[in-house]
């Protein structure tokens, strides 16, 4: 398998399809693309990355491609097992379903105006009420989770999942950004930052040397 990617310090997107190859304990190739580059546009309409007419991430399995971060979730869980990826009880598994749908097509405003970038820290940023609204909504998804659900482990399923694989580029929007939350949210975004394979992510996207002005900056 390859699992193509973006730049690993802005690409939430490929964090979310990187943490679900991860998860899944099957061997892959890590390509990364740098986004926006010189020759982006030709990039992205040649090799293998063509397909997605240039998102990231995509993924081949020998002829087998599939792009988009949920899709490469679900032909992962399909491959090894999807209680690998998602609760065994029928009630946490339909929530986790429900928020990881949620997570993945919904919080524009925090998408925009908390871009991700995990090696920045930005002082003085001030949220609009939208963006206020997101992460509200976001923090009582989480709460309620974990109150129900959490009792396994440090994650909001309790053992590590789809759910957290979703959220992890949030958490790291929260920290870059320095939103304020309860204490609750505090740990769990801890154990996230704290995982393994979020450490392995976080020290590669420091090492990276391309930078992306317009992210680089609040608006």
């Known amino acids: 398998m390859k699992l193509i990617i973006g730049n690993k310090n802005y690409s939430s997107w490929s964090l979310r399809g990187w943490l679900a190859a991860k998860q899944s304990g099957l061997s892959f190739e890590e390509i990364v693309v740098p986004l926006y580059g010189e020759n982006w546009e030709a990039t992205k309409q040649g090799g293998e990355i063509q397909p997605s007419s240039g998102k990231v991430p995509l993924m ?8 988009d971060s949920l899709a490469i979730l679900e032909y992962l869980a399909d491959k090894v097992g999807r209680d690998r990826f998602w609760p065994k009880d029928d009630v946490a598994r339909g929530m986790a379903r429900s928020m990881v749908a949620e997570m993945h097509s919904s919080f524009q405003a ?4 908390c871009p991700m ?13 939208d963006c206020r609204d997101d992460i509200l909504r976001i923090l009582t998804l989480w709460a309620e989770a974990r109150s129900r659900f959490g009792n396994g482990g440090p994650f909001l399923f309790g053992t590590f999942g789809a759910a957290d694989v979703f959220f992890a580029p949030v958490v790291s929007r929260f920290i870059s950004y320095q939103i304020a939350v309860p204490g609750f949210a505090a740990a769990y ?12 992510w976080i020290e590669a996207s420091e090492n990276e040397e391309w930078v992306i002005e317009q992210y680089e900056t609040v608006a």
């Open 60 to 67: 081949w399995d020998d002829d087998v491609v599939v792009w």
């Open 110 to 113: 925090l998408r925009s105006q």
């Open 117 to 129: 970038n995990v090696r920045k820290r930005f002082e003085g940023f001030e949220p609009s009420e």
């Open 189 to 200: 975004m801890q154990a996230v930052w704290e995982h393994e394979w979020m450490q392995g």
